[in-house]
C-alpha cells in the first residue's frame, strides 16, 4: 500500500498509561507513557522532536479528551476515530500491538476522523449537557413527589396537570405545613384551576403522615436547588451563546422549536457546516436516517445505530414539540408515516427531517418557509383523486369529479 503519512503516530490510550508507536522512515519506536499533565507534556515533546506531523488516537470513553486538549495546537494533525472502524486482527491483541496498529492504518491513510469541535465549542457542549442532566435529574424528583402522593393517597395530579405549578405547589407547602383540610386547601387554587374547587377537595383527601411531610419537604426544596442550578446555568449558556443568536434566530422560527432546542442542537453540530458536504452526511453521522444491511439481495434490518445521543434526543423532542403545530408539514409527516410504520419510527422520520432543514438554514442562510399540512397531496394530485374516487365507489356511491376554475 502507498504511503500517505511518513512521520505519524499511533496512541492507545487508557485511564492510566497512554501506548504510542511513532513510524518514521528510519522504522518504529514505541513508549508507554502515564497519563497526568506532566508526562502527557513529556509525550508531547517526544513527537515533536521526532518531527511528527500526524497522530491518530481511539474515541475511548473521555480518557482520550485531556490527551487532545494537550496536544491541540501544538502543529499536530490530530484524529480521534471510532474504535469499531480500526479493530486489529484477531488473537493480536495487546496494548503494543493497538498502537502499532493505528499508526500502521494512519501511515496508510485509512483512518477518517470523527468531528471534534474547538474548545470553546466543546466547553459550551459540557455546559448544554449538564443541564439537559439537571433538567432529567429535577424531572426524577418529581416523579417521585407524585409517588408520594400517591401513597398517601392524594390524588391532586389527577386534576391538576402541574403538580408543580403556582397552584399545586402552594397546596403542596401547606401539606408540608400539617393542613390536612381538603377545603382549605382547594381554596390556594389559582387561575382556570379554581373552577375545580369541588375536585380538589375530593382529590386532596388523604391520610398525609408526619414522615410524608418529611419527605415531600426534602423533595421540594431539591426541586429549587435544581430550579436554581437550571437558571443560573441557562444565563452561563446564553452568554456563551451569543455568537450564535444569528442562528438560534433561525432555527426558532420553525414551527414548534424553542430557543432551548436550538441551543442544545446547536452545541452538538455547530454552525459551520462545511465540515458536512451533503445534508446525508450529517444525518448518517448523527444516526437519524436508516442504516444499510443488504446482503444476497436481501434488504436486513435498517436501524439507524447509534450516534451523537445528545443530538438524537434533543432532535426527537424538538420532533415532537414541531408534531404538534396541526397545519404544518412536519405534522402532515408524521401523520403519514406513522399510519404505516408507527409512532417511533414516524418521529425519528421527523428528527432526520427536522435536522435536514436546520443543515439547509445553517448553510444557505435561509429562512424556514413551512410547506403546509397539504404538501403530500399536491405532489400528486391524480393519486389523491384516484383514491378518493374508489373508496366511494366501493361505499356504493357513483362519483363524477371536476376540476374547479
Known amino acids: ?31 508507554t507513557f502515564g497519563t497526568t499533565t506532566r508526562e502527557l507534556l513529556e509525550l508531547a515533546d517526544w513527537l515533536a522532536e521526532g518531527r511528527i506531523s500526524h497522530v491518530a488516537m481511539e474515541s475511548t470513553g473521555v480518557y482520550w479528551m485531556p490527551l487532545y486538549n494537550l496536544l491541540e495546537g501544538q502543529g499536530l494533525e490530530l484524529l480521534v476515530v471510532n474504535a469499531r472502524h480500526i479493530k486489529a486482527v484477531p488473537g493480536r491483541k495487546t496494548d503494543v500491538k493497538d498502537a502499532e496498529w493505528i499508526a500502521d492504518l494512519l ?40 409517588k408520594l402522593l400517591e401513597g398517601a393517597n392524594v390524588k391532586l395530579s389527577d386534576v391538576a396537570t402541574d403538580i408543580l405549578g403556582a397552584s399545586g405547589r402552594a397546596m403542596l407547602q401547606a401539606l408540608v405545613a400539617g393542613s390536612q383540610h381538603p ?39 431539591l426541586v429549587e436547588y435544581l430550579e436554581q442550578e437550571i ?20 432555527i426558532d422560527g420553525i414551527a414548534g422549536l424553542g430557543r432551548r432546542s436550538a441551543e442544545a442542537i446547536l452545541a452538538e453540530i455547530g454552525q459551520d457546516m462545511s465540515r458536512f458536504p451533503t445534508d446525508k452526511h450529517i444525518s448518517s453521522w ?13 434488504r436486513r434490518s435498517g436501524a ?18 414541531a408534531v404538534r403545530q396541526r397545519e404544518s408539514y412536519f405534522a402532515a409527516l408524521y401523520q403519514r408515516i406513522a399510519a404505516r410504520r408507527g409512532k417511533k419510527r414516524a418521529i425519528v422520520a421527523v428528527a432526520h427531517s427536522l435536522l435536514i432543514v436546520i443543515y439547509h438554514m445553517l448553510q444557505d442562510g435561509t429562512v424556514y418557509q413551512d410547506l403546509g399540512a397539504n404538501h403530500f397531496d399536491r405532489l400528486n394530485r391524480e393519486a389523491v383523486a384516484r383514491r378518493s374516487v374508489r373508496r366511494l365507489t366501493k361505499l356504493g356511491y357513483t362519483v363524477t369529479i371536476h376540476e374547479a376554475a
Open 1 to 31: 500500500m502507498q504511503v500517505v503519512h511518513h512521520r505519524c503516530c499511533g496512541l492507545d490510550v487508557h485511564k492510566k498509561t497512554v501506548v504510542a508507536c511513532v513510524l518514521t522512515a528510519r522504522g518504529k519506536q514505541t513508549r
Open 107 to 146: 501511515r496508510h491513510g485509512l483512518l477518517r476522523g470523527s468531528f471534534i469541535p474547538d474548545r470553546s465549542q466543546r466547553e459550551l457542549r459540557e455546559l448544554v449537557r449538564y443541564r439537559r442532566t439537571v433538567i432529567d435529574q429535577r424531572g426524577d424528583v418529581v416523579r417521585r413527589i407524585h
Open 183 to 221: 377545603a382549605e386547601l382547594a381554596g390556594l387554587a389559582r387561575g382556570s384551576l379554581k373552577r375545580k374547587r369541588s375536585q380538589l377537595e375530593l382529590a386532596l383527601e388523604g391520610s398525609f403522615g408526619a414522615h410524608q411531610r418529611y419527605l415531600l419537604q426534602h423533595q421540594l426544596g
Open 231 to 250: 437558571a443560573q446555568l441557562s444565563v452561563e449558556i446564553e452568554d456563551r451563546m451569543r455568537p450564535f443568536e444569528a442562528a438560534i434566530g433561525m
Open 286 to 298: 448523527a444516526k437519524v436516517c436508516p442504516g444499510n444491511n443488504e446482503s444476497a439481495g436481501k
Open 304 to 321: 439507524a445505530g447509534q450516534g451523537n445521543p445528545w443530538l438524537g434526543s434533543a432532535l426527537v423532542e424538538a420532533a415532537w414539540a
